[in-house]
């Protein structure tokens, strides 16, 4: 990732908002320094899928509201490349991603 370059998210408000500690989130998530809670917050990296799973549950929201920004962009790719598709297909993932068929 270009050092310009950062994902958008909502894990410092939602982190903050139920009064964890970056110290204590990372001890929570099973991570061992705050450097990792740090460069997640900031956008610099994404956590593994097991410490997003762990965020789920520990933060007690779904991963696609903490980046938010990231999973529309994903699934208006992921439309994008189901509309391509030629034949009788259903829009599945059209209706789940926007909303409509």
């Known amino acids: 990732m270009s050092k310009d370059a950062r994902i958008k998210n909502h894990l410092f408000r939602l982190r903050?908002?139920?009064?964890?500690?970056?110290?204590?989130?990372?001890?929570?998530?099973?991570?061992?320094?705050?450097?990792?809670?740090?460069?997640?917050?900031?956008?610099?990296?994404?956590?593994?899928?097991?410490?997003?799973?762990?965020?789920?549950?520990?933060?007690?929201?779904?991963?696609?509201e903490i980046y938010g920004d990231l999973y529309q962009e994903l699934g208006l790719q992921a439309v994008a490349r189901e509309d391509r598709l030629t034949g009788s297909f259903t829009r599945h993932i059209r209706g789940r991603v926007l909303g409509k068929d």
Do not use: C, N
Not at 35 to 52: N, Q, T
């Open 16 to 64: 903050r908002i139920r009064g964890y500690s970056q110290k204590r989130l990372a001890y929570l998530l099973g991570q061992r320094s705050t450097r990792a809670i740090s460069d997640y917050e900031r956008g610099r990296k994404l956590p593994p899928v097991k410490i997003a799973m762990s965020m789920e549950i520990v933060l007690g929201t779904k991963l696609s």
